[in-house]
C-alpha cells in the first residue's frame, strides 16, 4: 500500500457542471462551486451528517468568476445580471 487511495464515503449528484470542492477548516462542511447549462453560477455548502450530504445553503447567481490557485483557497468574486 505505497499509493495513495481514495475512498468514497458518500456519493451526491448535482444538476450543473462541478468546477471546484473545498472542506471549511476545522468543520464538516465543504463549498461547491459550478455552473449550470443555463450559464449561470452555483455555489452550494454542504455538511456531512450521520453519513449523509445535507445541503446548508445555496446560491444561485448571473456569473461566478473563479480564480483557482494552488494552495487551500480559492477566490472568487460574483457579479449577478
Given amino acids: 500500500m505505497d499509493k495513495p487511495q481514495i475512498i468514497a464515503h458518500v456519493q451526491k ?3 450543473y457542471t ?3 470542492c473545498r472542506w ?6 465543504f463549498v461547491v462551486l ?6 449561470t453560477g452555483a455555489l ?3 455538511e456531512l ?3 449523509d450530504v445535507c445541503l446548508v445553503h445555496e446560491v444561485n447567481t448571473g456569473f461566478i468568476g473563479c480564480l483557482l490557485v ?3 483557497r480559492f477566490s472568487c468574486n ?3 445580471q
Avoid: M, W
Wanted: aromatic letters at 6%.
Fill in 34 to 39: 459550478g455552473s449550470h447549462a443555463r450559464g
Fill in 70 to 72: 494552488p494552495g487551500p
Fill in 18 to 20: 462541478l468546477f471546484d
Fill in 49 to 51: 451528517a450521520h453519513g
Fill in 24 to 29: 471549511v477548516p476545522c468543520s464538516a462542511k
Fill in 78 to 80: 460574483t457579479e449577478t
Fill in 13 to 15: 449528484s448535482l444538476n
Fill in 44 to 46: 452550494q455548502i454542504y
